[in-house]
């Protein structure tokens, strides 16, 4: 019986993603931007689209939607020479809790450096999404 995650890996149709999301640690950058706050120096965490896709499913414009439901917010780094896009989010908070989510649900490599990729754009919502209450 397959695992949500394992059925998740299954929906994908190109064995090379699924080769490299099983065999290798998903790359997760960790570092700090200028470019979300006034104050400058926040931090960021991204991964590939591939990885982000696995655990939060895709929508958007890039495939960064389910991402952003979660979070309130998405940030897209796109490497224009090869195309590659990393997804991820600002805030020290909401980057350890994007690394942990990635880490239930795969093997993860962090990296304390900017990924090889510019910020092509980010967005927040107007309202954080609620958090669940426990009982």
């Known amino acids: 019986?397959?695992?949500?995650?394992?059925?998740?890996?299954?929906?994908?149709?190109d064995p090379d993603i699924l080769r490299r999301m099983t065999t290798f640690p998903c790359p997760v950058y960790v570092f700090r931007s200028a470019g979300f706050a006034p104050s400058g120096d926040t931090v960021v965490s991204v991964a590939p689209l591939?990885?982000?896709?696995a655990v939060y499913g895709n929508g958007g414009i890039v495939g960064e939607g389910g991402l952003s439901s979660a979070?309130?917010?998405a940030a897209i780094f796109k490497n224009d020479t090869s195309g590659e896009c990393f997804v991820?989010?600002?805030g020290a908070r909401n980057?350890?809790?994007?690394?942990?989510?990635?880490?239930?649900h795969m093997q993860i490599a962090v990296h304390?450096?900017?990924p090889d990729a510019r910020l092509s754009f980010w967005g927040a919502e107007k309202e954080r999404p609620k958090k669940s209450v426990r009982k």
Do not use: I, P
């Open 112 to 114: 304390k450096e900017t």
């Open 71 to 73: 979070f309130g917010g």
């Open 50 to 53: 591939d990885c982000v896709v």
């Open 1 to 13: 019986m397959l695992t949500k995650f394992g059925q998740e890996l299954a929906a994908y149709r």
């Open 95 to 104: 980057a350890s809790r994007f690394r942990n989510e990635l880490r239930a």
């Open 88 to 90: 991820g989010v600002w």
